[in-house]
């Protein structure tokens, strides 16, 4: 779990550890495997350090329209995407 927490930012090091040490204790009475806990701790850490890649143009917004109640306005969206592709393959 050190070598996981060493992976992160040195303000989150001591509460991930705790936390993953307290999740490896109980993964048993979960019915997981330790090092099976290990590893996703050791992965989490992995894109806690990893650079945000924020969505942007209709990625964007097809995301925000995701829980959308108007089915119309995300339809509208997978158009767009979709003719922007078209246009993209014929050029």
Known sequence: MRAAAALLP????????E???ADVAGAREAGLHPLGVA????RVAGRERGPVA????LLALALRLR???HPGAVLVVVLLANLGGGVLLVI
């Open 19 to 21: 936390q993953w040490r």
């Open 54 to 57: 924020l969505p942007v143009g």
């Open 67 to 69: 829980q959308s109640p």
């Open 39 to 42: 590893f996703g701790a050791v």
């Open 10 to 17: 040195h303000g989150q090091r001591s509460r991930y550890l």
